[in-house]
Structure formats: structure tokens, C-alpha cells
């Protein structure tokens, strides 16, 4: 059975179509956003307040606490108990990242169980959406975006230093364990100083 979609055009009378009444209210709805929130600042600036609001957070000085809850940080390259990478450089993330943000050159690898290896394993987070498609598409969770790390920013963009290659990405963060869906690993536990910021 078809389900039928009724659209029903609405007429707009002389005020709808001249727009007057919307940009008003649009506009007393800011200006009482403003009010409120200058009135707010005053307070917490004179002590009569604890929290200031919701106001713009003052970074680098303070910085909100990220929820772990599919977390997007920069990448990371999971090791064997030996150190050696996970990637078995069968390309699965280079072909979903739809950026074309990894390269990867693959070698024989000396280990007679692991056919391949990554020789050259290259992200350019400049490219890169962080949309997570290389993540879900390795079979060995060999790459992760779980380092916790959200703070990459350049001054040059033409520069390599969002130019990550096999070390980088292998020994850039501390070893975590576990998977952060399956065995709770939350973000805001990753050393760094935080300031949890609440919200009135």
C-alpha cells in the first residue's frame, strides 16, 4: 500500500507576507537573550552569582570536559603486545574515508602469520571530517579516534604539522586499553588539566 503525502499550502495574509511581525519578535527575542545575559555577567562579576551562565568559555584557561559518547579526537594506531602496528594494510580505511585523507603503502611482513604490513601509513588532518568511516570499516581495530586529543590547530596550513605518519600515530598518546564503547573509557579521564564548566 502507497502511504500519500497531503501537502496543504498555507495562504500568508498581508503581515506574513511583509515579514514585520517574524523580525520583531526575532528581535525581542534577542535583545531578551541580551538582557538577560549582561544582567547575569554584572551579578557574577559583583559576587552575587556562582556561575556565570551561558556565556563564551574562556579557552585555553578553562576548557569544557568532552563526552565520551562517540568520541571524535584525533587518530591513533593501535600495537600488538610486541609493539608492532595492528594494521594489516588491507585498505579498508583508505577506501571509506571520504576525504582521501590516508595513504597507505603496504609491505610483505616478516612475521609468516601476517601477510602485510603498513610500510607508510600517512593521515592529513587538514583533509580529514572526522567522520569516523575509517574507524568503523577496519576489521582488526587497528585505528582509533580515541586519543582524547581535540586541540591540533596551525598557523600554517601548508605546513606537515597535521601531516601525522606510522610513528606519529603509533606513540603520540599513551598506550589506552580497551575499547571506549565496550569498556567505558570516557575522554575526560585522559591526563590533561580540565575545567568542568556547569551550566545554569
Avoid at 503525502?5 to 515579514?19: A, Q, R, S, T
Avoid at 527575542?29 to 549582561?38: E, L, Q, V
Avoid at 604490513?117 to 574507524?135: H, N, Q, S, T, W
Wanted: with cysteine; aromatic share 10%; hydrophobic share 35%.
Amino acid at each position: 500500500m502507497e502511504k500519500k503525502i497531503i501537502v496543504k499550502e498555507v495562504e500568508l495574509g498581508l503581515l506574513g507576507k511583509i515579514y514585520i511581525v517574524e523580525a520583531i519578535r526575532g528581535v525581542s527575542i534577542t535583545g531578551w537573550h541580551f538582557i538577560k545575559n549582561f544582567f547575569t555577567v554584572v551579578a557574577y562579576t559583583f559576587k552575587l552569582r556562582k556561575h556565570r551562565g551561558i556565556i563564551t568559555v574562556y579557552y585555553p584557561e578553562e576548557r569544557r570536559v568532552v563526552p565520551s559518547i562517540a568520541p571524535r579526537h584525533r587518530h591513533r594506531l593501535m600495537q600488538r603486545e610486541d609493539g608492532s602496528p595492528k594494521c594489516v594494510a588491507c585498505m579498508m580505511c583508505e577506501s571509506a574515508c571520504p576525504c582521501y585523507c590516508i595513504h597507505i603503502e603496504a609491505a610483505e611482513s616478516p612475521d609468516p602469520k601476517i601477510q602485510k604490513y603498513p610500510a607508510r601509513f600517512e593521515i592529513d588532518l587538514l583533509r580529514c571530517c572526522f567522520c569516523g568511516l575509517c574507524v568503523e570499516a577496519c576489521p582488526e581495530d587497528a585505528i582509533r579516534m580515541d586519543s582524547g586529543v581535540l586541540e591540533f590547530s596551525v598557523y600554517d596550513r601548508f605546513s606537515d604539522e597535521n601531516y601525522y605518519d606510522k610513528e606519529y600515530l603509533l606513540n603520540s598518546v599513551p598506550h589506552i586499553s580497551g575499547h571506549p564503547r565496550h569498556h567505558g573509557w570516557e575522554t575526560d579521564k585522559y591526563p590533561g588539566e580540565t575545567v568542568e564548566i556547569k551550566e545554569m
